[in-house]
């Protein structure tokens, strides 16, 4: 009950922080749907028929980072079981889309030494620098702030092992293309790791934009010009499910 009111006020705490759009939609852009009457806490920008969320912005003072360092997320989020859950390996190469702050990729940093490295990519500079802080007070040296661009992650092709999104797909202002690019930087085989608030369950305590259903992620991720192949949905987490797919390995020619 507790955890619940907590969840309850965190999630409309959580509304200040909300980016404006930076590129708004364009009417003739056919992927999208632009609709005057929506939910507020969307960008009134439709793709496959799901409104798209408000960016969570750093905040004034930084109270947006600050909400995803909270403590209480370790027992609302179980956060060291999604990393568990995620069967990370050393040597491999993570790529941490929509890093935040960095809290999830400090807490995989360690599990892939020796040799391997979280990417750690974000589009707001203020994150990546309190990344940076943070990482460096922790003494994680294989941690790498990336800055990305709002279609575009920055990664090389079939360089990342698992990239994985936690709380951010959700968000994403171009959806299609974030993913066209994700889909290219990952190996044959590589996965891909959705982690969203799951929609299905209403009493997840957060804005209905900002959960997803599993088959609305799965029909977002299945369209054929990504190569990716749903492999299993892992429901294990209090609020979130982590829906995983793999890079199909090209065909022969
Ligand atoms: C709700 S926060 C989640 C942060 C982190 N994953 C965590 O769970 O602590 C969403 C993050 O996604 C980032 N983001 C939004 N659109 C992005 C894009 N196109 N590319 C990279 N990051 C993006 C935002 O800047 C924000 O830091």
Redesign the pocket.
């Known amino acids: 009950m507790f955890t619940r009111h907590v969840g309850l006020l965190i999630a409309l705490l959580s509304m200040p922080f909300a980016l404006r759009a930076d590129e708004p939609a364009k009417p003739g852009d056919s992927r999208y749907e632009i609709r005057k009457d929506h939910d507020p806490n969307g960008i009134g920008k439709f793709y496959l028929g799901r409104e798209i969320a408000h ?2 912005g750093f905040g004034p003072g930084g109270q947006g980072a600050e909400w ?1 360092e909270r403590a209480v997320r370790e027992k609302e989020e179980k956060l060291t079981l999604l990393i568990k859950s995620l069967d990370l390996k050393p040597g491999m190469v993570v790529a ?6 960095g ?2 990729s400090v807490l995989m940093a360690e599990k892939i030494l020796p040799g391997g490295k979280v990417l750690a ?4 500079q203020e ?1 990546l620098d309190r990344l940076r802080e943070n990482t460096k007070k922790l003494k994680i040296t294989n941690v790498e702030p990336v800055k ?1 661009t ?1 279609k575009t ?1 920055a990664l090389k092709p079939e360089s990342v092992d698992l990239v994985i999104m ?3 797909y959700h ?3 171009f959806p299609y293309e ?1 993913l066209l690019d994700i889909s290219k930087s990952l190996k044959p085989g590589g996965r891909i790791a959705f982690v969203e608030y799951r929609k299905e369950d209403p009493d997840v305590p957060i804005k209905l934009v900002h959960k997803m259903t599993e088959e609305q992620v799965k029909k977002e991720a299945s369209l054929p010009e990504f190569g990716l192949k749903w492999t299993k949905t892992i429901g294990v987490l209090p609020w979130q499910h982590i829906v995983l797919f793999e890079k199909r390995p090209k065909p022969d020619r």
């Open positions: 960016v969570m995803l941490d889309i929509g890093a935040g702050s809290v999830i990519v974000d589009v707001q994150m990305g709002q992650t936690v709380d951010v968000e994403l202002e974030m």
